[in-house]
């Protein structure tokens, strides 16, 4: 085990717990439709959504991070193309599912803004890549 690399995915895991409880308790509380602007993509409810999504992925990233270095710590001696494609793929998974969360009730309202969409073909690639 590299401890080096255990240490820094610790404090990926650190600052994500950070990220989040901060955005949880202090700032996407505060979002409110009738304080944001409409955009070409939607109504303020997207605006909301967009801003939350972007939040949280970030979040979500800084997990991820973690996860690919506590990985490299404990199998140095996994295939690195392997492992970074399939870390893409299961990150993008992540957020795929993040940004179809708040479509659940109107699935159509992915239309208006593909980006789940995107995230799941190149997810798929490089999955598809990795094997």
Do not use: Y
């Not at 990926?12 to 505060?30: E, K, Q, S």
């Not at 303020?44 to 959504?49: H, Q, V």
């Not at 490299?72 to 970074?84: S, Y």
């Amino acid at each position: 085990m590299n401890v080096e690399l255990a240490i820094a995915g610790l404090g990926w895991f650190a600052l994500a717990a950070g990220h989040a409880t901060i955005g949880l308790r202090w700032v996407l509380p505060n979002l409110t439709k009738e304080s944001l602007p409409s955009t070409p993509f939607g109504p303020p409810s997207l605006t909301r959504n967009m801003l939350r999504f972007t939040w949280q992925v970030v979040s979500v990233l800084l997990v991820a991070f973690g996860i690919l270095l506590m990985t490299l710590a404990w199998a140095p001696d996994a295939d690195p193309k392997t492992l970074l494609l399939r870390w893409f793929a299961a990150f993008l998974l992540a957020a795929t599912a993040l940004a179809c969360w708040p479509a659940r009730h109107r699935p159509l309202s992915l239309l208006r803004f593909p980006v789940p969409l995107v995230f799941l073909v190149i997810g798929v690639m490089c999955w598809t890549a990795s094997t």
